[in-house]
């Protein structure tokens, strides 16, 4: 062994190092590689070392963006109803690369999207039964646009939901919502 320098660290031990933070990073949960590059600057691992490693995870299969995109869309289309706008700015905080934002965004369907949409429409009116219909549409618009779905589905969603649920009297209320 060489003895070392003040500051100077060795640079299999950093290796070493950077392998186990990513490991135990990963044994959380998936990760990207921009988020364990993060990590690693943090923990004060340089950048020429951080690349090695993770470039080497990468071609094991331990890091793969594509695959983390993809599940993060289906997951988070699922379990909270985003659209692909919202899922996309997600998916850029977290350093996924454009190309494959677009690629795991471009697996939802219109028609997936508009069915979770008028899912969530559905089990939201059925706890607003007592407020008038216009409450409850500028409620339900609000939620769609939220979770990131364009004004013309959330309106057009809505806009059906109602039609459907609601009196002759109160149809009055949404019309204006064949407008948008």
């Given at each position: 062994m060489r003895p070392e320098r003040a500051g100077e660290v060795d640079p299999d031990s950093a290796a070493s190092a950077a392998r186990d933070i990513c490991l135990r990073l990963l044994t959380?949960?998936?990760?990207?590689?921009?988020?364990?590059?993060?990590?690693?600057?943090?923990?004060?691992?340089?950048?020429?070392?951080a690349g090695a490693v993770l470039d080497r995870f990468g071609e094991v299969g331990l890091i793969d963006d594509g695959?983390?995109?993809?599940?993060?869309?289906?997951?988070?289309?699922?379990?909270?109803?985003?659209a692909g706008g919202v899922?996309?700015?997600e998916l850029r905080s977290r350093g996924i690369?454009?190309?494959?934002i677009s690629?795991?965004?471009g697996q939802l369907q219109p028609e997936t999207e508009l069915a979770t949409a008028r899912q969530l429409v559905g089990r939201r009116l059925a706890?607003?039964?007592?407020?008038?219909?216009?409450?409850r549409c500028r409620r339900l618009i609000g939620m769609l646009g939220?979770?990131?779905?364009?004004?013309s589905v959330a309106a057009g969603v809505v806009r059906d939901a109602l039609a459907a649920s609601v009196?002759?009297?109160?149809l009055a209320a949404i019309e204006g919502l064949s407008d948008r």
């Open positions: 959380a949960r998936p990760r990207t590689r921009a988020e364990l590059a993060e990590k690693l600057g943090q923990r004060g691992i340089t950048d020429e070392c695959a983390f995109a993809a599940a993060w869309v289906s997951s988070r289309h699922i379990g909270r109803g985003l899922l996309a700015a690369a454009p190309d494959v690629a795991a965004v706890a607003m039964r007592a407020l008038p219909a216009e409450v939220r979770k990131g779905y364009p004004v009196g002759e009297r109160d």
